[in-house]
Protein backbone atom coordinates (compact mmCIF):
# COMPACT_ATOMS: atom_id res chain seq x y z
CA UNK A 1 0.00 0.00 0.00
CA UNK A 2 1.22 3.51 -1.17
CA UNK A 3 1.38 5.95 1.86
CA UNK A 4 0.75 8.51 -0.02
CA UNK A 5 -2.46 7.60 -1.89
CA UNK A 6 -3.76 7.12 2.17
CA UNK A 7 -2.97 10.48 2.86
CA UNK A 8 -4.41 11.89 -0.64
CA UNK A 9 -7.98 10.15 0.49
CA UNK A 10 -7.76 11.38 4.10
CA UNK A 11 -7.25 15.17 2.93
CA UNK A 12 -9.87 17.27 4.79
CA UNK A 13 -11.94 18.57 2.01
CA UNK A 14 -12.57 21.75 4.23
CA UNK A 15 -9.31 22.72 4.20
CA UNK A 16 -8.90 22.24 0.72
CA UNK A 17 -11.63 24.76 -0.10
CA UNK A 18 -10.34 27.27 2.50
CA UNK A 19 -6.15 27.18 1.00
CA UNK A 20 -8.07 27.38 -2.13
CA UNK A 21 -10.23 30.27 -1.60
CA UNK A 22 -7.39 32.35 0.29
CA UNK A 23 -5.05 31.93 -2.71
CA UNK A 24 -7.05 32.85 -5.29
CA UNK A 25 -7.36 36.19 -3.47
CA UNK A 26 -3.57 36.11 -2.91
CA UNK A 27 -2.12 35.85 -6.28
CA UNK A 28 -5.06 39.12 -7.17
CA UNK A 29 -3.46 41.68 -5.55
CA UNK A 30 -0.97 42.53 -7.89
CA UNK A 31 -3.76 43.13 -10.74
CA UNK A 32 -6.25 44.66 -8.47
CA UNK A 33 -3.49 46.94 -6.76
CA UNK A 34 -1.84 47.71 -10.50
CA UNK A 35 1.78 47.21 -8.53
CA UNK A 36 4.36 44.79 -8.92
CA UNK A 37 5.61 42.80 -5.13
CA UNK A 38 9.66 42.76 -4.96
CA UNK A 39 11.05 39.17 -5.41
CA UNK A 40 10.86 36.34 -4.40
CA UNK A 41 7.52 37.07 -3.34
CA UNK A 42 6.43 38.17 -7.35
CA UNK A 43 7.71 34.88 -8.35
CA UNK A 44 5.72 33.26 -6.00
CA UNK A 45 2.57 34.86 -7.23
CA UNK A 46 3.15 33.53 -10.47
CA UNK A 47 3.38 30.03 -9.39
CA UNK A 48 0.36 30.09 -7.27
CA UNK A 49 -1.68 31.88 -10.56
CA UNK A 50 -2.54 28.16 -10.75
CA UNK A 51 -5.40 28.65 -8.31
CA UNK A 52 -6.95 31.46 -10.40
CA UNK A 53 -6.44 28.81 -13.18
CA UNK A 54 -4.81 31.42 -14.98
CA UNK A 55 -3.41 28.16 -17.33
CA UNK A 56 -6.63 28.91 -18.90
CA UNK A 57 -5.42 32.40 -20.40
CA UNK A 58 -5.89 32.93 -23.63
CA UNK A 59 -3.64 35.78 -24.01
CA UNK A 60 -0.97 34.02 -26.12
CA UNK A 61 -3.82 33.80 -29.09
CA UNK A 62 -4.11 37.07 -30.78
CA UNK A 63 -7.28 37.16 -30.74
CA UNK A 64 -9.82 40.35 -29.73
CA UNK A 65 -9.48 40.79 -26.02
CA UNK A 66 -13.36 41.17 -25.91
CA UNK A 67 -13.74 37.44 -27.03
CA UNK A 68 -10.89 36.18 -24.76
CA UNK A 69 -13.66 37.23 -22.20
CA UNK A 70 -16.17 35.36 -24.00
CA UNK A 71 -13.95 31.96 -24.31
CA UNK A 72 -13.14 32.42 -20.73
CA UNK A 73 -16.95 32.92 -19.79
CA UNK A 74 -17.94 30.05 -22.10
CA UNK A 75 -15.14 27.35 -20.26
CA UNK A 76 -17.15 26.50 -17.50
CA UNK A 77 -20.71 25.73 -19.83
CA UNK A 78 -18.12 23.62 -22.12
CA UNK A 79 -16.85 21.08 -18.85
CA UNK A 80 -20.38 21.06 -17.79
CA UNK A 81 -22.10 19.92 -21.29
CA UNK A 82 -18.71 17.48 -21.32
CA UNK A 83 -19.69 16.51 -17.62
CA UNK A 84 -23.68 16.09 -18.74
CA UNK A 85 -22.64 14.26 -22.18
CA UNK A 86 -20.48 11.63 -19.54
CA UNK A 87 -23.29 11.00 -18.01
CA UNK A 88 -25.73 10.37 -20.12
CA UNK A 89 -23.53 8.14 -22.04
CA UNK A 90 -22.36 6.25 -19.30
CA UNK A 91 -26.56 6.09 -18.06
CA UNK A 92 -27.20 4.09 -20.97
CA UNK A 93 -24.43 1.69 -20.33
CA UNK A 94 -26.18 1.56 -16.78
CA UNK A 95 -29.30 1.55 -17.55
CA UNK A 96 -29.98 -2.08 -19.83
CA UNK A 97 -28.62 -3.26 -16.37
CA UNK A 98 -32.04 -2.13 -14.86
CA UNK A 99 -30.30 -1.43 -11.30
CA UNK A 100 -31.99 2.36 -9.79
CA UNK A 101 -29.70 2.42 -7.05
CA UNK A 102 -26.38 2.28 -9.53
CA UNK A 103 -28.06 5.48 -11.54
CA UNK A 104 -28.66 7.47 -8.62
CA UNK A 105 -25.36 6.93 -7.12
CA UNK A 106 -24.08 8.24 -11.00
CA UNK A 107 -26.56 11.52 -10.97
CA UNK A 108 -25.29 12.25 -7.61
CA UNK A 109 -21.76 11.86 -8.67
CA UNK A 110 -22.04 13.61 -12.21
CA UNK A 111 -24.03 16.85 -9.66
CA UNK A 112 -20.93 17.16 -7.61
CA UNK A 113 -18.36 16.81 -10.26
CA UNK A 114 -20.86 20.11 -11.65
CA UNK A 115 -20.64 21.99 -8.63
CA UNK A 116 -16.90 21.32 -8.00
CA UNK A 117 -16.65 22.79 -11.63
CA UNK A 118 -18.48 25.61 -10.74
CA UNK A 119 -16.50 26.05 -6.95
CA UNK A 120 -13.40 26.31 -9.33
CA UNK A 121 -14.27 28.53 -12.29
CA UNK A 122 -16.95 31.14 -10.89
CA UNK A 123 -14.26 33.47 -9.47
CA UNK A 124 -11.70 33.31 -12.83
CA UNK A 125 -14.61 34.13 -14.76
CA UNK A 126 -16.11 37.25 -12.67
CA UNK A 127 -12.66 38.13 -12.52
CA UNK A 128 -12.01 38.28 -16.13
CA UNK A 129 -15.87 39.44 -16.65
CA UNK A 130 -15.46 41.93 -14.26
CA UNK A 131 -11.60 43.58 -15.23
CA UNK A 132 -13.57 43.87 -18.83
CA UNK A 133 -14.96 46.77 -16.97
CA UNK A 134 -12.13 48.47 -15.17
CA UNK A 135 -11.53 51.50 -17.28
CA UNK A 136 -9.11 54.38 -16.44
CA UNK A 137 -9.73 58.14 -17.21
CA UNK A 138 -7.10 60.59 -18.38
CA UNK A 139 -7.15 64.25 -17.37
CA UNK A 140 -8.19 65.01 -21.14
CA UNK A 141 -11.34 63.08 -20.92
CA UNK A 142 -10.02 59.85 -22.74
CA UNK A 143 -11.18 56.40 -21.28
CA UNK A 144 -8.72 53.18 -22.01
CA UNK A 145 -9.30 49.57 -20.13
CA UNK A 146 -6.69 48.65 -17.99
CA UNK A 147 -6.52 45.27 -18.92
CA UNK A 148 -5.96 46.11 -22.63
CA UNK A 149 -5.34 49.84 -23.30
CA UNK A 150 -5.93 49.99 -26.70
CA UNK A 151 -9.43 49.67 -26.28
CA UNK A 152 -11.52 52.99 -25.89
CA UNK A 153 -13.91 52.86 -23.12
CA UNK A 154 -15.55 55.63 -25.12
CA UNK A 155 -16.08 53.26 -28.10
CA UNK A 156 -19.12 52.12 -29.54
CA UNK A 157 -17.98 48.87 -29.55
CA UNK A 158 -16.86 48.62 -25.90
CA UNK A 159 -20.06 49.20 -25.17
CA UNK A 160 -21.71 46.91 -27.31
CA UNK A 161 -19.55 45.05 -25.45
CA UNK A 162 -20.51 45.46 -21.82
CA UNK A 163 -23.91 45.07 -22.81
CA UNK A 164 -22.80 41.35 -23.46
CA UNK A 165 -20.85 41.03 -20.79
CA UNK A 166 -23.43 42.71 -18.40
CA UNK A 167 -25.69 39.35 -19.23
CA UNK A 168 -23.02 36.97 -18.60
CA UNK A 169 -21.84 38.74 -15.20
CA UNK A 170 -25.65 38.71 -14.44
CA UNK A 171 -25.69 35.04 -15.44
CA UNK A 172 -22.63 33.72 -13.68
CA UNK A 173 -24.00 35.74 -10.29
CA UNK A 174 -27.24 34.26 -10.27
CA UNK A 175 -25.81 31.19 -9.66
CA UNK A 176 -24.93 31.13 -5.64
CA UNK A 177 -28.09 32.76 -5.21
CA UNK A 178 -29.71 29.65 -6.98
CA UNK A 179 -27.63 27.47 -4.60
CA UNK A 180 -29.18 29.48 -1.97
CA UNK A 181 -32.30 29.21 -2.79
CA UNK A 182 -31.66 25.40 -2.93
CA UNK A 183 -30.30 25.22 0.45
CA UNK A 184 -33.08 27.64 2.36
CA UNK A 185 -35.96 25.14 0.46
CA UNK A 186 -33.91 22.43 2.01
CA UNK A 187 -32.24 24.49 5.40
CA UNK A 188 -34.74 22.35 8.20
CA UNK A 189 -32.91 18.92 7.12
CA UNK A 190 -29.82 20.80 6.73
CA UNK A 191 -30.27 21.90 10.05
CA UNK A 192 -32.45 19.48 12.28
CA UNK A 193 -31.36 20.71 15.40
CA UNK A 194 -35.11 21.33 16.41
CA UNK A 195 -35.30 17.49 16.39
CA UNK A 196 -32.48 16.71 18.80
CA UNK A 197 -31.22 17.69 21.81
CA UNK A 198 -27.22 16.38 21.31
CA UNK A 199 -25.89 18.01 17.64
CA UNK A 200 -24.17 14.88 17.34
CA UNK A 201 -27.50 13.24 16.55
CA UNK A 202 -28.52 16.15 14.48
CA UNK A 203 -24.81 15.77 12.54
CA UNK A 204 -25.33 12.19 12.25
CA UNK A 205 -29.34 12.77 10.93
CA UNK A 206 -27.98 15.06 8.01
CA UNK A 207 -25.05 12.93 7.10
CA UNK A 208 -27.52 10.09 6.64
CA UNK A 209 -30.24 12.11 4.58
CA UNK A 210 -29.85 10.11 1.53
CA UNK A 211 -32.11 13.21 -0.18
CA UNK A 212 -29.43 15.45 0.65
CA UNK A 213 -26.57 13.79 -1.45
CA UNK A 214 -27.32 16.19 -4.56
CA UNK A 215 -26.26 19.41 -2.67
CA UNK A 216 -24.20 18.22 0.07
CA UNK A 217 -21.03 19.51 -1.56
CA UNK A 218 -22.49 22.89 -0.37
CA UNK A 219 -22.84 22.20 3.13
CA UNK A 220 -21.20 19.25 4.62
CA UNK A 221 -18.48 21.43 5.60
CA UNK A 222 -20.04 23.69 7.25
CA UNK A 223 -22.01 23.65 10.76
CA UNK A 224 -25.31 22.68 11.16
CA UNK A 225 -26.48 26.49 11.73
CA UNK A 226 -24.19 27.32 8.54
CA UNK A 227 -25.49 25.77 6.07
CA UNK A 228 -25.68 29.05 4.07
CA UNK A 229 -21.89 30.09 4.24
CA UNK A 230 -20.88 28.45 0.73
CA UNK A 231 -22.51 31.13 -0.47
CA UNK A 232 -21.11 33.86 1.48
CA UNK A 233 -17.78 32.49 0.64
CA UNK A 234 -18.44 32.48 -2.85
CA UNK A 235 -19.29 36.31 -2.67
CA UNK A 236 -16.66 36.67 -0.85
CA UNK A 237 -13.76 35.62 -3.24
CA UNK A 238 -15.44 37.57 -6.08
CA UNK A 239 -15.75 40.61 -3.83
CA UNK A 240 -11.78 40.54 -3.19
CA UNK A 241 -10.66 38.81 -6.73
CA UNK A 242 -13.24 41.26 -8.79
CA UNK A 243 -15.62 43.83 -7.40
CA UNK A 244 -12.84 45.62 -5.15
CA UNK A 245 -10.45 47.35 -7.54
CA UNK A 246 -13.74 48.65 -9.75
CA UNK A 247 -14.82 50.60 -6.53
CA UNK A 248 -12.05 53.33 -6.00
CA UNK A 249 -9.53 54.97 -8.57
CA UNK A 250 -7.04 55.46 -5.99
CA UNK A 251 -5.21 52.47 -5.80
CA UNK A 252 -4.06 53.10 -2.47
CA UNK A 253 -7.61 53.48 -0.85
CA UNK A 254 -8.21 50.27 -2.62
CA UNK A 255 -5.16 48.70 -0.54
CA UNK A 256 -6.33 50.20 2.36
CA UNK A 257 -10.02 49.24 2.64
CA UNK A 258 -9.25 45.42 1.06
CA UNK A 259 -6.87 45.45 4.51
CA UNK A 260 -9.89 46.90 6.40
CA UNK A 261 -11.98 44.41 4.71
CA UNK A 262 -10.16 41.23 5.30
CA UNK A 263 -9.58 42.28 8.84
CA UNK A 264 -13.36 42.29 9.50
CA UNK A 265 -13.14 39.08 7.74
CA UNK A 266 -10.58 37.27 10.08
CA UNK A 267 -12.86 38.50 12.68
CA UNK A 268 -16.18 37.59 11.62
CA UNK A 269 -14.62 33.59 10.74
CA UNK A 270 -13.10 33.92 14.15
CA UNK A 271 -16.30 34.10 15.64
CA UNK A 272 -18.53 32.46 13.44
CA UNK A 273 -16.08 29.48 13.25
CA UNK A 274 -18.49 28.53 10.11
CA UNK A 275 -16.47 25.18 9.91
Known amino acids: ?19 WSTMQIVVSVSYNLQISFP ?13 HLDIFSIDCINWPYFWSVYVISSIPMICLSICWCVYFIRKSIKISKGDHEILTKLLNTHIRYSLLIVFLFLPTVASSQFRALHCDVLKDGTSYLIANSAIDCNSESYHRFVAINGCLIAIYQAIPLFYLGILYQHRKRINPHHSFKHPVKAYRKRDNDKSLDLIRFLF ?4 LSRWYFEVVDIYRRIFFTSILPLLFRDNSIVAYFGCILAFLFIIFFREELPY
Open 1 to 19: RVPIIGVLFNIDLALLKVI
Open 39 to 51: EPYQQFSSWMSFF
Open 220 to 223: KDYK
